[in-house]
């Protein structure tokens, strides 16, 4: 295994480690959330207008931490496979032959330097 594969192979472990714990981080604090608006919500005894709001309140935190996370996850995974289609053309380039000239094409002109000799 070549340096770039091992280094490829490490960087897919740690993207899936970032992953793992960054998702598990959003399930816990929608969690905590969800727990404090329940708590909340029995602590008011009925007053429908203030559970409303925290309700809302909850619902917009959860929904903006989540889609921030997965907004962010997106733009990360967009970016990496970009960089590394960007490395295997440049790879790729680097190791084909040059064109061959197409049929018919007249032979270069010669420099005034190769005309002097």
């Given at each position: 295994m070549s340096q770039d594969e091992a280094r490829g192979v490490r960087d897919t472990d740690l993207e899936k480690v970032r992953a793992r714990y960054g998702?598990?981080?959003?399930?816990?604090?929608n969690v905590g959330i969800t727990g404090v608006a329940i708590f909340g919500v029995w602590q008011l005894n009925g007053d429908r207008a203030v559970i409303v709001g925290v309700l809302t309140s909850a619902f917009t935190a959860m929904a903006g931490l989540t889609t921030a996370y997965l907004g962010i996850k997106?733009?990360?995974?967009?970016a990496q496979s970009m960089s590394q289609d960007a490395d295997r053309r440049?790879?790729?380039?680097?190791?084909?032959?040059?064109?061959?000239?197409?049929?018919g094409t007249p032979p270069a002109q010669r420099t005034s330097e190769t005309q002097a000799t």
């Amino acid at each position: 295994m070549s340096q770039d594969e091992a280094r490829g192979v490490r960087d897919t472990d740690l993207e899936k480690v970032r992953a793992r714990y960054g998702l598990l981080a959003v399930i816990l604090s929608n969690v905590g959330i969800t727990g404090v608006a329940i708590f909340g919500v029995w602590q008011l005894n009925g007053d429908r207008a203030v559970i409303v709001g925290v309700l809302t309140s909850a619902f917009t935190a959860m929904a903006g931490l989540t889609t921030a996370y997965l907004g962010i996850k997106a733009v990360s995974n967009t970016a990496q496979s970009m960089s590394q289609d960007a490395d295997r053309r440049r790879d790729a380039a680097a190791s084909a032959p040059p064109p061959a000239p197409a049929p018919g094409t007249p032979p270069a002109q010669r420099t005034s330097e190769t005309q002097a000799t």
